[in-house]
């Protein structure tokens, strides 16, 4: 780290306390020939620093630091650079999938004649085990114990192989089940803002950076940690020491003024941003937060707004260093001489934010906070924001519009064996979680006491409503608990279910096996309300078809009420014990009133004590016998880890890239697919190729778990890729689920796949803007991959997914600027041949040749989104893990 060339003689000390680091100035840089770098956004300031550290004159040169420089000229830039983040976070579902290919790439290092040894992580990884328990038991004080029991029954053999990499990996820890979000975790106990590096006899201070194996991971960004969401794939490939390559991004100013007026939550106020900012247009860009509109928002506020980031489709939502900043590390437990530090050095570095700047940006928009109103956003998309009293008549329109189901809105059927019936627009799930939502004590604190004065009017929740909580870390109950409103929470049936990403991941568990039916046989639009973040198709439960997000309170409010036609806004919640009507107003608490109950309840020490011996973890992890050595004893019958075949027939020198040739269609999508239409983490159905490969493996429908939580285990997970129950393949229209049609037969996409596979026809796939869009899952392109798509042809790409599968050796292509599949006539029948691929440029482009059904052919130039020079190095070598690996057996 200290071996920079420092062409720009910006390593200098600082001296903290008794305590000097070595650090890389950006002002002393800024005199030695980086002309105007201190008018740089703060996250750019970031990436510069890096670039300074890490100046070595092979991957990163004297012309790509100026271009940094330069960037203040055009506020653009097509410059390629190679950034490398402090460290690395991940979750189970997408970490488990990581250390596989980890365990993979040490069988093929030896197979290949290399040591086994190289393949380690270089940089720090801390993976937290958070998005594998489930709501299977709600609304009772043992529900979270239960829920724990079940999780590790399910999960026993993934945590078999976790704690195998804790003990086999150097730079890698694991935090055990139950301790909460990662995100959250990172946020109140990781993350650090300013690293620190003992290297050759000296200290080296540098900003904590970081990339995670969820999209969420940009919520650090609050702290003034510059991180987001890369593919496992990517991650991998950062914890090896690869260099992350991306063009200097464009940074977008979102200037905030004013005050948030009285009731107005953080959530309402997220969802505006990210209404704002999905029609703005920021994929690819990094977003960067300013004005006095942020000295009313507390960090938690912030973090609020960061972790939305792949919602708002940003790559992040920075916020700089500011006496907030220094005032959360503080209250979080952080050491007292990193806090010094962390003030010293964003000051010293012209990384502190004091209120007055306004740096140079690509682009600006500006909100006043104080025109924030209450809000929802639905049925299934985060960026659908829906004023809180237009709620009741958005319902109503989406009833009409996208279920056809105008005059239904009363529809109600009886539900065998219980004394209530159900109808469309019932709430049949009311979540509080994610991690957008339970960082934030003012959210969580309110819904308390929306509990608690509902309680005292004498309402309850309706008795068809599943009703949990989740919080993102152990501390959250501490708090609620000395605040005194879990008990309220309790009695409304919003106990404690678990510490992780639950409902928001599709973890909610099952409803009541007769409501469920009811639904099912009766075609009724049910509907889930949670906090968190996604409301995707298919995400949040089966049985439900239209969800919604919003604040914690609101949450709390719509279990009372019971159904989306009712405006909770207006409209009486139901009548207290006098037969009065009660409205939201009548049970909403006061900004003053949280704001005291907050300061009350809330100290350093819970997160000390919390936090002290975290990587412990509870007598059922460390009941686990960890097996295995340097390599993987990779059990046979296991459904959910096994050895993938990316390596299989893999040799030291990569065969040459060839044209696409002949190749049939798989799928045509249109707009908005997700990487869970891809790749999804929820329910696997029992009348799914998936759902049959595990009960011929003699596993029981309610041993299934979830696609998250085999991402281990290649063969789920490719009978999984497409089997989303809500997608739609325009190829076989007006249905829903994983299929396509081949020869003029329906068959599941895996079916089909398979036999093309046999055939030796490779595969495409053509879909609408924004593909991709969603988490950031590894398995998405994966999957992709190991099916035989060779390209993928869309009119856009989400970021991270179009990096994942550049990483898995697929070929994104994007049509010219109006064009599409079905501007072109394409249905499905074509054959389709791809060529000049020998000679592949980034971002050149390329001819698409479709021979119609009827022997005609067109010749269609699209865009090859393979956009740097290491992207085709890892296109040439057949994907970044067999381009890693061939240099670690190299080296």
């Known amino acids: 780290m200290t071996q920079s060339l420092d062409s720009f003689k910006s390593k200098t000390t600082l001296q903290v306390g008794d305590k000097t680091y070595t650090y890389f100035s950006i002002p002393e840089a800024e005199k030695n020939g980086l002309e105007g770098v201190s008018k740089l956004p703060y996250s750019l300031k970031v990436v510069l620093e890096n670039l300074l550290r890490f100046e070595d004159g092979r991957t990163v040169k ?21 950034y490398r983040p402090a460290r690395v976070l991940m979750q189970d579902f997408t970490g488990v999938p990581a250390v596989v290919d980890l365990a993979a790439m040490r069988d093929a290092a030896v197979k290949l004649g290399g040591d086994p040894k190289k393949v380690n992580p270089l940089v720090p990884v801390d993976l937290v085990i958070d998005h594998s328990v489930m709501v299977d038991y709600f609304g009772t004080q043992d529900a979270f114990k239960k829920n724990v029991e079940m999780e590790y029954e399910r999960n026993g053999e993934r945590y078999e192989f976790l704690r195998w990499g804790q003990s086999a990996f150097d730079n890698f820890r694991a935090v055990p089940p139950g301790t909460g979000i990662c995100h959250q975790v990172n946020l109140e106990y990781l993350a650090q803002t300013v690293w620190t590096k003992d290297e050759d006899g000296e200290t080296v201070a540098y900003p904590d950076t970081l990339v995670g194996t969820d999209s969420h991971t940009t919520m650090i960004n609050a702290l003034a940690v510059l991180g987001w969401g890369v593919g496992g794939i990517e991650a991998e490939a950062a914890m090896l020491g690869q260099p992350i390559s991306m063009l200097i991004p464009e940074v977008i100013g979102f200037k905030m003024t004013g005050k948030l007026n009285e009731g107005i939550t953080a959530t309402d106020l997220v969802l505006r941003v990210v209404e704002m900012l999905r029609a703005k247009g920021v994929v690819g860009k990094f977003v960067e937060f300013y004005g006095e509109g942020l000295d009313h928002l507390s960090l938690e506020d912030e973090a609020t707004i960061a972790n939305m980031a792949p919602e708002y489709g940003a790559t992040c ?71 809180l009293s237009d709620a009741a008549a958005g319902f109503a329109k989406t009833m009409e519009d996208e279920f056809q189901k105008a005059g239904e809105l009363s529809k109600r059927v009886a539900v065998e064996g219980k004394s209530f019936d159900i109808g469309n627009g019932d709430v049949v799930i009311a979540a509080i979680t994610s991690c957008t939502n339970t960082s934030n004590p003012s959210v969580l604190i309110g819904a308390g006491l929306v509990a608690r004065n509902a309680l005292a009017k004498g309402l309850k929740v309706k008795p068809w409503v599943k009703t949990s909580l989740a919080p993102g870390s152990q501390v959250v109950t501490d708090y609620l608990n000395k605040a ?54 298919g995400r949040v439960n089966p049985d439900v078809r239209a969800n919604y997000l919003a604040s914690p309170p609101l949450v709390v409010a719509y279990a009372i009420a019971g159904n989306l036609n009712i405006n909770v806004a207006e409209d009486s919640l139901g009548d207290d014990q006098d037969g009065n009507p009660v409205y939201l107003k009548d049970i909403w608490p006061s900004t003053a009133e949280i704001a005291a109950l907050i300061r009350s309840s809330i100290n350093e020490g819970m997160f000390r004590e919390r936090y002290g011996d975290v990587f412990k973890g509870d007598e059922h992890w460390q009941a686990i016998k960890v097996e295995g050595g340097m390599t993987y004893k990779w059990p046979t019958s296991s459904t959910y880890v096994a050895n993938p075949p990316y390596f299989e027939d893999m040799t030291m020198e990569p065969k040459p890239l060839e044209d696409i040739e002949g190749a049939a269609v798989m799928g045509l999508f249109l707009d908005s697919i997700t990487t869970d239409h891809i790749s999804p983490a929820g329910n696997i159905k029992a009348e799914s190729p998936a759902g049959e490969y595990l009960a011929e493996h003699q596993v029981a429908r309610k041993d299934f778990n979830s696609y998250g939580a085999r991402r281990g285990n290649h063969n789920v997970m490719m009978r999984g890729t497409f089997a989303n129950i809500r997608i739609k393949n325009q190829m076989v229209p007006g249905v829903e689920g994983g299929v396509t049609t081949k020869d003029g037969e329906k068959k599941w996409i895996y079916d089909a796949c398979m036999e093309y596979q046999e055939a030796g026809t490779p595969l495409v796939i053509f879909a609408g803007k924004e593909y991709g869009s969603g988490s950031s899952r590894d398995w998405a392109a994966k999957g992709t991959k190991l099916l035989g798509v060779r390209a993928v042809i869309t009119e856009s790409f989400e970021r991270i997914h179009r990096s994942n599968l550049v990483g898995m050796g697929v070929i994104p292509l994007v049509f010219k600027e109006g064009e599409s599949w079905q501007s072109h006539g394409i249905t499905g029948q074509e054959r389709v041949t791809i060529k000049g691929i020998a000679d592949i440029k980034p971002r050149c482009m390329m001819d698409v040749e479709v021979t119609y059904a009827d022997g005609t052919t067109k010749v269609i130039e699209c865009l090859c989104r393979v956009d ?22 190299n080296s």
């Open 868 to 889: 740097t020079e290491d992207e085709l190095e890892y296109i040439k070598a057949g994907g970044i893990l067999h381009y890693v690996l061939r240099n670690l057996v």
């Open 484 to 537: 005194g409103v879990q008990d309220d929470l309790d009695a409304l049936g919003f106990s404690l279910a678990g510490y992780g990403c639950t409902t928001c991941i599709g973890n909610s568990g099952p409803l009541d096996p007769a409501i469920s039916e009811a639904i099912n046989a009766n075609d009724l639009i049910a509907c889930s309300v949670l906090s968190g973040n996604r409301n995707f198709e």
């Open 317 to 387: 939502g920075f916020f700089p260093v500011d006496r907030d900043t220094l005032n959360y590390l503080e209250a979080t437990g952080r050491d007292k001489d990193r806090v010094a530090l962390v003030e010293a050095y964003s000051k010293a570095q012209g990384m502190f934010r004091s209120g007055t700047e306004e740096p140079v940006f690509t682009d600006t928009l500006e909100l006043d906070i104080s025109t924030v109103v209450p809000a929802v956003s639905g049925p299934k998309r985060p960026q659908d924001r829906i004023n």
């Open 62 to 82: 004297a012309e790509d630091i100026k271009a940094v420089a330069k960037w203040l000229v055009e506020r653009k830039s097509s410059h390629e650079i190679a």
